[in-house]
């Protein structure tokens, strides 16, 4: 394995303990999660000779920015691809947040693939969106890059356990929404895609 190899899989299994602290519920999965997040906390110290003892990446006290999410608007015969989540059981784009250390568009492509099941091509970006807690519900700052991509092969069996149903609808008749998006951003995003423009904040 490459050194670069061995420093990409330590860090992804640092920032996996990191979500499954952060998200999960059940006791003995974050007994577990615990324990890898001090085994990848130490490999990352001895492997890169420093300690994780001041502000960085790996730790809570980084210097604040904003979170960054993606989304991904898919079309075909003027109709748009949907999620159906399974927690609100309401839809929205294909998307969640990016992964450490995933270029912009492998994150849009990687989520696509989790949450239809399918595999896309990204071709452009629409824009950014800046969501800011006093401009929506999000409790945090939020940056959400919005692209528009296409699905080479429509067989949506294999989609991760948080999509229920993954379907195309009418672009002008879309069904309830997530709150990930207000009315607002909705609108814009789908003015943006019709029309080929960029958007941006």
């Not at 920032?15 to 130490?42: C, F, H, M, Q, V």
């Not at 110290?45 to 898919?74: A, C, G, Q």
């Not at 003027?78 to 450490?100: D, Q, T, Y």
Request: with cysteine; proline share 5%.
């Amino acid at each position: 394995m490459k050194y670069e190899e061995f420093y990409d899989f330590i860090v992804k299994v640092h920032s996996i303990a990191k979500i499954g602290l952060t998200y999960s519920k059940d006791p003995y999965a974050i007994d577990n999660y615990k324990e890898l997040n001090e085994i990848s906390r130490e490999m990352l110290e001895k492997f890169m000779e420093v300690k994780f003892d001041k502000p960085s990446m790996f730790t809570k006290e980084v210097y604040p920015t904003p979170n960054i999410s993606v989304r991904t608007l898919i079309g075909s015969n003027n109709k748009i691809l949907l999620v159906r989540e399974a927690n609100s059981g309401l839809w929205s784009f294909p998307g969640g947040w990016a992964e450490l250390y995933d270029s912009p568009k492998t994150a849009a492509y990687n989520e696509v693939v989790q949450e239809t099941g399918a595999e896309p091509e990204i071709t452009r970006l629409i824009g950014v969106i800046d969501r800011l807690p006093h401009k929506t519900n999000k409790s945090v700052p939020e940056y959400v890059l919005i692209f528009e991509g296409t699905i080479k092969d429509e067989d949506f069996s294999k989609h991760c356990h948080e999509i229920t149903e993954v379907q195309f609808f009418d672009i002008d008749k879309l069904p309830e929404m997530s709150r990930k998006l207000t009315k607002e951003e909705l609108d814009i995003i789908i003015d943006a895609y019709k029309n080929k423009k960029v958007i941006f904040d």
